[in-house]
């Protein structure tokens, strides 16, 4: 695999864990196999050729070596926060202004070229790299679709694109908020899961939601019965 292709993405610091941050800047200045798996990554988000096809055997064999390093217990953590952060704000770039029916479109397009290319290479390069070994506890695969889930969906007004007149919710579309929504970053709902639901729904039918979610319908109804306004009254 040609090295050379393109620049050395730089190691920024993590926000949560400072002293991780600079051990990964000091170990991966000095190591050119984690340049390369960063190269790699940036470039399917890119769509930039690195020169030929990925050689994943490669790849697997140089993160196997970093897990051999004092970087090993970050790779997870630099992983979610910097390179999917990245990756993921390269992709919302094509579909930042749209709106309506035409934001759909885009992101359909988005979600068809992540789910379908970028997303198994990113499982097959990280594999050696398990749930265990991440400091959220989260596989490849979910970090990276809570990444989406958050950084693009959840970031532009899908929400709104669904509730507008003459919006239809193509099959892919609906595909994708399901696969989000299949994916939980805890045991119980965060407010993101749940916001995501009320997209889903917007979109699918019929959706059941969780209890949670019924449970926070209910209480917001029994806020805004006349019962309740005359007590409070």
Same mark, same amino acid.
């Given at each position: 695999?040609?090295?050379?292709?393109?620049? +050395?993405?730089?190691?920024? @610091?993590?926000?949560?864990?400072?002293?991780?941050?600079?051990?990964?800047?000091?170990?991966?200045?000095?190591?050119?196999?984690?340049?390369?798996?960063?190269?790699?990554?940036?470039?399917?988000?890119?769509?930039?050729?690195?020169?030929?096809?990925?050689?994943?055997?490669?790849?697997?064999?140089?993160?196997?070596?970093?897990?051999?390093?004092?970087?090993?217990?970050?790779?997870?953590?630099?992983?979610?926060?910097?390179?999917?952060?990245?990756?993921?704000?390269?992709?919302?770039?094509?579909?930042?202004?749209?709106?309506?029916?035409?934001?759909?479109?885009?992101?359909?397009?988005?979600?068809?070229?992540?789910?379908?290319?970028?997303?198994?290479?990113?499982?097959?390069?990280?594999?050696?790299?398990?749930?265990?070994? #991440?400091?959220?506890?989260?596989?490849?695969?979910?970090?990276?679709?809570?990444?989406?889930?958050?950084?693009?969906?959840?970031?532009?007004?899908?929400?709104?694109?669904?509730?507008? +007149?003459?919006?239809?919710?193509?099959?892919?579309?609906?595909?994708?908020?399901?696969?989000?929504?299949?994916?939980?970053?805890?045991?119980? +709902?965060?407010?993101?899961?749940?916001?995501?639901?009320?997209?889903?729904?917007?979109?699918? #039918?019929?959706?059941? *939601?969780?209890?949670? @979610?019924?449970?926070?319908?209910?209480?917001? *109804?029994?806020?805004?019965?006349?019962?309740?306004?005359?007590?409070?009254?």
């Amino acid at each position: 695999m040609d090295s050379t292709v393109s620049t +050395p993405v730089p190691v920024a @610091t993590l926000s949560h864990a400072p002293s991780s941050a600079r051990l990964m800047e000091t170990q991966s200045s000095r190591n050119e196999d984690w340049n390369i798996v960063q190269r790699v990554v940036m470039s399917l988000f890119q769509q930039k050729s690195i020169g030929g096809p990925i050689d994943f055997h490669e790849l697997n064999q140089k993160l196997l070596s970093l897990m051999k390093t004092e970087i090993a217990p970050f790779l997870g953590a630099y992983y979610q926060e910097q390179l999917l952060k990245r990756g993921m704000i390269v992709m919302r770039e094509v579909v930042r202004e749209e709106t309506g029916q035409a934001l759909l479109d885009r992101l359909e397009t988005v979600w068809k070229r992540f789910f379908g290319s970028i997303l198994p290479s990113l499982q097959m390069i990280f594999f050696p790299l398990t749930s265990s070994q #991440t400091s959220s506890g989260m596989s490849i695969r979910n970090m990276s679709l809570i990444s989406f889930r958050d950084i693009i969906v959840m970031k532009m007004p899908v929400h709104e694109a669904l509730q507008a +007149p003459g919006v239809v919710a193509s099959p892919v579309i609906q595909q994708m908020l399901l696969v989000l929504w299949s994916v939980r970053e805890k045991d119980h +709902p965060t407010e993101t899961y749940l916001r995501l639901e009320d997209i889903v729904a917007c979109a699918v #039918t019929p959706f059941l *939601r969780t209890a949670y @979610t019924l449970k926070r319908l209910q209480d917001d *109804r029994a806020r805004r019965s006349p019962k309740t306004e005359k007590a409070a009254a």
